[in-house]
Nanobody
Framework: QVQLVESGGGSVQAGGSLRLSCAAS????????MGWYRQAPGKQRELVARITRDGSTNYADSVKGRFTISRDNAKNTVYLEMNSLEAEDTAVYYC???????????WGQGTQVTVSS
């Protein structure tokens, strides 16, 4: 059974920081591109950051320079370090795993991030 379990969400004031974690089980983690998406109320889910098997990363323009995605294949975990948080970052953040050949895709349940201005 595949599980992606997010943690680290919470409430923070603008300018603050949070670190999200996503622990994966039931998959060969190193074969997956891992990503973080977010969905704010009334908006579509959007890509925040993605990291490939070889460590290549890409980010949404709105978070470049503030967020950092990383992975630890030994721990089957992907992280999202979020700094200089803004009220616009308030959303439910979801962990995503896509197999290298795109044959499989999995989602976590989400973790709430609330930034107050």
């Amino acid at each position: 059974q595949v599980q992606l379990v997010e943690s680290g969400g919470g409430s923070v004031q603008a300018g603050g920081s949070l670190r999200l974690s996503c622990a994966a089980s039931g998959i060969i983690f190193s074969l997956y591109t891992m990503g973080w998406y977010r969905q704010a109320p009334g908006k579509q889910r959007e890509l925040v950051a993605r990291i490939t098997r070889d460590g290549s990363t890409n980010y949404a323009d709105s978070v470049k320079g503030r967020f950092t995605i990383s992975r630890d294949n030994a721990k089957n975990t992907v992280y999202l370090e979020m700094n200089s948080l803004e009220a616009e970052d308030t959303a439910v953040y979801y962990c995503n795993a896509v197999l290298f050949n795109r044959a499989r895709e999995y989602w976590g349940q989400g973790t709430q991030v609330t930034v107050s201005s």
